[in-house]
């Protein structure tokens, strides 16, 4: 790699002088961006492994919003469920919200067999699901995937419906707004709503133009919530600060999702302090006040992880983890496809969806959603998966301003999922 292909170099630059101001301005929520200069004298910080405190419970509540639901800081992310056990700890932990979607194989069944196993649940518990309209999905269609939604929860309303994954890819041509311009969701929403079924409304993105995707859902008037990627690594960059103001002056609860970036991916030399990591992720994400909840699907699967957030929320972010992160996400930035998508996209003569491509290789990677990556992978039109000039080709990876092998990652992808 050339020194100008190192992540971000002459934007680093640029970035740290524009925002030595701003980031004062922002006050101690603020973080520094990971590309700015270490501070002159700042101490060198020693890592340990990650910690917990025996018997804690997440007591610190948020309001979501418009909703006016007191949910729990850090929250159960339902994408890989495999038992009702660690829901019923979770909560007996303290967490009340869980974050579900009608893509999420059988999850919404496993969050049956939790109700059914403590009666007392519902009652605890915010339940958030997904529909997964497309551009011309009609009114009845979603009102069909609501009522199957209850069905499979066995429950006669579900507290939140989110729009799922705007911007995604998996519904091609998905360019994460049109999707939103469809009214029929509108009508869909108002019968759902005056039927008793759905109490609350959200739309939910990770794609690299989420800020500007979400803005515009929030512009509709309809979502009393958003679900949003937000980490460390592109916070900057994909505008989530605009985001989350806009967020804050309509009265739009924040639930934030892929704290942990690339999957939680650890660094090499960083293996000893991933939990620190974890811990650090957390507290980063609910540094920002209009942060209401954080999910994280691993504290819907381990009892560790469950015990690892609950530990992390009962700091404040600190130097200590500034120090730790700024050195985390400096070494994990080249390997961290952010989906931003245009430049490599513009480099590819053919065409390649390399931003999707490289995000559903990732959930076969670190994720282990092998189905779910494989059926995603399969869903873009052929020519949007490969070409065969990718074989040889490299000008992905040379247009990438991160410094990412996007190249590489492309044909990592057709390996593992084509
Ligand atoms: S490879 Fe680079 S330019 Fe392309 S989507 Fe990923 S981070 Fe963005
Ligand atoms: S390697 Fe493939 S995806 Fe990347 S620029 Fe070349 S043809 Fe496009």
């Known amino acids: ?215 515009h859902a929030i512009d509709k008037g309809a979502f009393d919530m958003i679900l949003v990627k937000m980490n460390v690594l592109d916070h900057e960059d994909a505008d989530i600060p605009a985001l989350l103001a806009k967020a804050r002056d309509k009265d739009v609860g924040v639930v934030v999702m892929k704290s942990q970036p690339g999957g939680g991916r650890i660094p090499k030399a960083y293996e000893e302090s991933r939990y620190d990591i974890y811990q650090a992720n957390l507290r980063w994400v609910l540094d920002h006040p209009e942060v209401a909840c954080v999910v994280e699907s691993k504290i819907g699967r381990e009892a560790a992880y469950q015990d690892l957030a609950i530990a992390a929320v009962q700091e404040q972010l600190g130097r200590r983890d500034h120090g730790l992160l700024d050195r985390y996400a400096t070494a994990l930035s080249p390997d961290y496809c952010r989906g931003c998508g245009d430049t490599c996209a513009a480099a590819c003569p053919d065409g390649v969806a390399i931003d999707h491509v490289l995000q559903f290789s990732m959930y076969d990677r670190e994720y282990g959603w092998h189905e779910r990556a494989r059926e995603h992978y399969r869903e873009l039109p052929a020519p949007a998966r490969w070409s065969d000039r990718c074989a040889t080709c490299s000008a992905c990876t040379d247009a990438c301003p991160y410094g990412v092998d996007a190249a590489s990652g492309v044909r990592e992808a057709r390996a593992r999922l084509g």
């Open 1 to 215: 790699m050339s020194s100008d292909k190192r992540p971000g170099r002459r934007r680093f630059l640029k970035i740290a002088l524009a925002t030595t101001g701003a980031t004062a301005a922002a006050g101690g929520g603020g973080y520094l961006l990971w590309r700015r200069r270490p501070i002159e004298g700042a101490p060198i910080v020693e890592d340990r492994p990650g910690y917990v405190h025996p018997g804690a419970r997440v007591e610190t509540r948020r309001r979501l919003g418009r909703t006016g639901l007191d949910i729990g800081v850090v929250g159960i992310g339902a994408g890989g469920l495999q038992g009702h056990e660690p829901i019923l700890r979770a909560v007996d932990r303290g967490m009340n919200f869980i974050d579900t979607s009608i893509c999420y194989g059988d999850s919404e069944k496993v969050i049956r067999r939790a109700l059914l196993a403590d009666k007392s649940l519902r009652q605890k518990l915010v339940i958030a699901t997904k529909w997964d309209p497309g551009t011309t999905t009609t009114k009845k269609e979603m009102l069909d995937s609501l009522d199957k939604s209850l069905s499979r929860l066995n429950v006669d309303h579900v507290d939140i419906m989110q729009v799922h994954w705007l911007g995604g890819g998996h519904k091609f041509p998905d360019d994460g707004f049109n999707r939103l311009d469809n009214p029929e969701l509108y009508l869909a929403m108002e019968e759902a709503r005056k039927s008793g079924k759905v109490r609350f409304f959200g739309a939910t993105s990770h794609a690299g133009k989420r800020s500007a995707i979400l803005q």
